[in-house]
């Protein structure tokens, strides 16, 4: 009978082969890199340079697992990839991976050409999990490890989209620098997660969040280069020019301040103007996101109820804390704090003659605060605002940023040639006014705003609507019931309320909803055409 012996070992030698960036200096701090699956050390030798600190020596170790990849096109050749555990016997693998670390500190320190005292172990996908285990295994061994996941593209260095990305990115960063004349440190990464949304600031870097779908069409990649100017404006507004109490920080309780709205909402309101400048969005994109800006904010009756100042100081207890009433007596100093910083703006080019703008305010800021090592209080940020008007801004002060009224629109933007429409393009419809959400079968209202016919007439945040005159409801049957319904007309409700069944007698209100719109003045002068140019690098 033939006898089969399944795995038998054969012990044989492999050969690594790694990418050296050698320090001008001998004996500098070492940067270990090792790709992840499918990729090879020239491609993580590229991704370690961008990362690493001046000084280091950068070492890219190839896996020893080769595999074939797909051609880049039908019918191309076969491309070749490398990885480092393989579903055969990956505890060989994972040996064979922590022996390689092991030796490439030894021989690199010996030819002095790093620090072995002074290593650091950076890993992507694949290799980030075997370095995590190295870390634990040979604690000793590092100083520090750097995990990254994600995808790096193969095209990268040739692709068109992901060239127009770094040129358009470059023209960000290039408008803010005309702003400040520097940049505040030496080198910036842009961190891209590919998945949720949103960003944090650093202060030579910052990580964002963005679905990786999200880059079409072209409005969504707008979007995108929106987020990007944010965060990154945000490394001179908050990452050095400060807040009163925002650094140092006591990380042992909460830290209030009233400039939340220019801490966010001026750098929100800055990332539209990085924009602008830039070329990436046209004029009429802005101001129609700025019309659009202000639509909303009149459908907030909270605007009425806090400033923007009240806002900034209560975001510990409201704005992270919203309920079913924060329409109702709150606004963001997100939201407000754009339009009130590009009022502001505009008021002291007007004030000024052109000679001065809202950049003027923040250059000295970043020169009298951020150089001279201080924070700066409301107090300040309004002397320095009047500094650049050449005269007193606290009638402005008083309405916009610590009181409630609505901004006087056309008065200010008159001074750029400007004038704000409003059309009721919904008046004559019927609406009840409140705001529905649908989880599977159920309408709920999820909140009411004081000015509607829903708040007016006692429906209620959480009841559940069930019918309309005895008709069973979803959302879009609701809203095609009201549809042939006009303003006046009596329909009765069905809700639930705390699971109890009860009806409404319901009177349609009209849905006089205001839409906004930019628009040229009517024979706008000289000076006008100046002050628009200036503003919005195009002319009127």
Same mark, same amino acid.
């Given at each position: 009978m033939t006898?089969?012996?399944?795995?038998?070992?054969?012990?044989?030698?492999?050969?690594?082969?790694?990418? #050296?960036?050698?320090?001008? *200096? +001998?004996?500098?701090?070492? !940067? %270990?890199?090792?790709?992840?699956?499918?990729? &090879?050390?020239?491609?993580?030798?590229?991704?370690?340079?961008?990362?690493?600190?001046?000084?280091?020596?950068? $070492?890219?170790l190839q896996g020893f697992h080769q595999h074939m990849r797909d051609p880049k096109e039908p019918g191309g050749p076969l491309r070749f990839g490398f990885g480092w555990v393989t579903n055969f016997r990956p505890e060989e693998s994972i040996d064979i991976h922590h022996k390689a670390v092991l030796e490439l500190i030894e021989s690199v320190a010996s030819n002095k050409v790093a620090d072995p005292t002074k290593v650091f172990l950076l890993g992507f996908s694949q290799s980030c999990a075997l370095n995590y285990r190295f870390a634990?295994?040979?604690?000793?061994?590092?100083?520090?490890? $750097?995990?990254?996941?994600?995808?790096?593209?193969?095209?990268?260095?040739? &692709?068109?989209?992901?060239?127009?990305?770094?040129?358009?990115?470059?023209? %960000?960063?290039? *408008?803010?620098?005309?702003?400040?004349?520097?940049?505040?440190?030496?080198?910036?990464?842009?961190? $891209?997660?590919?998945?949720?949304?949103?960003?944090?600031?650093? !202060?030579n870097s910052t990580a964002l969040q963005y679905d990786r779908f999200g880059f079409k069409p072209e409005s969504r990649y707008k979007g995108f280069l929106g987020l990007v100017a944010h965060e990154y404006f945000h490394n001179f507004n908050v990452k050095r020019i400060r807040?009163?109490?925002?650094?140092p920080f006591d990380y042992e309780k909460e830290n209030y301040t009233k400039l939340l709205w220019v801490a966010e909402g001026g750098t929100e309101y800055y990332s539209n103007i990085?924009?602008?400048?830039?070329?990436?969005?046209?004029?009429?994109?802005?101001? *129609?996101?700025?019309?659009?800006?202000?639509?909303?904010?009149m459908t907030q009756p909270g605007r009425l109820e806090t400033s923007v100042e009240e806002a900034s100081f209560d975001a510990w207890i409201k704005y992270y804390r919203q309920d079913e009433n924060s329409v109702n007596n709150q606004i963001s100093y997100y939201d407000k704090?754009?339009?009130?910083?590009?009022? #502001?703006? %505009?008021?002291?080019?007007?004030?000024?003659?052109?000679?001065? &703008?809202?950049?003027? $305010?923040?250059?000295?800021?970043?020169?009298?605060?951020?150089?001279?090592?201080?924070?700066?209080?409301?107090?300040?940020?309004?002397?320095?605002?009047?500094?650049?008007?050449?005269?007193? !801004?606290?009638?402005?002060f008083a309405k916009y940023v610590r009181g409630e009224t609505d901004f006087d629109v056309n008065s200010i933007i008159s001074y750029i040639g400007l004038q704000l429409n409003a059309v009721e393009s919904n008046r004559g419809k019927a609406f009840i006014g409140a705001d529905l %959400?649908?989880?599977?079968?159920?309408?709920?209202?999820?909140?009411?705003?004081?000015?509607?016919?829903?708040?007016?007439?006692?429906?209620?945040?959480?009841?559940q609507i069930i019918a309309i005159d005895g008709n069973r409801v979803t959302r879009d049957r609701l809203q095609q019931y009201i549809d042939w319904h006009k303003p006046g007309d009596r329909v009765r409700?069905?809700?639930?309320?705390?699971?109890?069944?009860?009806?409404?007698?319901?009177?349609?209100?009209?849905?006089?909803?205001?839409?906004?719109?930019? &628009?040229?003045?009517?024979? +706008?002068? *000289?000076?006008?055409r100046r002050l628009y140019r200036d503003y919005m690098k195009s002319d009127l």
């Open positions: 006898e089969t012996r399944p795995d038998c070992v054969l012990k044989a030698e492999i050969n690594l082969y790694y990418d #050296l960036r050698v320090a001008d *200096e +001998p004996n500098a701090p070492l !940067l %270990i890199a090792l790709h992840g699956y499918g990729a &090879s050390k020239r491609q993580m030798l590229r991704e370690a340079q961008l990362m690493a600190p001046d000084g280091f020596a950068i $070492v890219a634990f295994t040979y604690p000793a061994k590092l100083r520090g490890i $750097v995990g990254m996941c994600g995808g790096v593209p193969g095209d990268w260095e040739t &692709s068109d989209r992901y060239q127009k990305t770094a040129a358009d990115v470059s023209k %960000i960063v290039e *408008e803010a620098y005309k702003i400040f004349g520097e940049f505040g440190y030496t080198d910036y990464t842009f961190i $891209v997660n590919l998945r949720g949304g949103g960003g944090l600031e650093h !202060l807040p009163d109490a925002l650094g990085l924009l602008r400048r830039a070329g990436l969005i046209t004029a009429q994109e802005y101001l *129609e996101a700025r019309a659009n800006g202000i639509e909303q904010l704090g754009e339009l009130v910083n590009m009022m #502001l703006d %505009i008021t002291i080019r007007g004030m000024s003659d052109g000679r001065k &703008s809202l950049d003027d $305010v923040m250059r000295y800021l970043y020169n009298e605060y951020f150089k001279k090592g201080r924070n700066y209080t409301p107090e300040d940020f309004q002397k320095a605002a009047e500094l650049m008007a050449g005269r007193s !801004l606290d009638d402005f %959400i649908e989880t599977g079968d159920r309408l709920t209202v999820r909140s009411v705003r004081a000015d509607t016919p829903a708040y007016q007439q006692g429906i209620n945040s959480g009841d409700l069905t809700i639930f309320r705390n699971d109890r069944l009860r009806d409404i007698d319901f009177v349609l209100g009209d849905n006089t909803r205001r839409e906004y719109s930019f &628009s040229p003045v009517a024979n +706008p002068t *000289e000076q006008q």
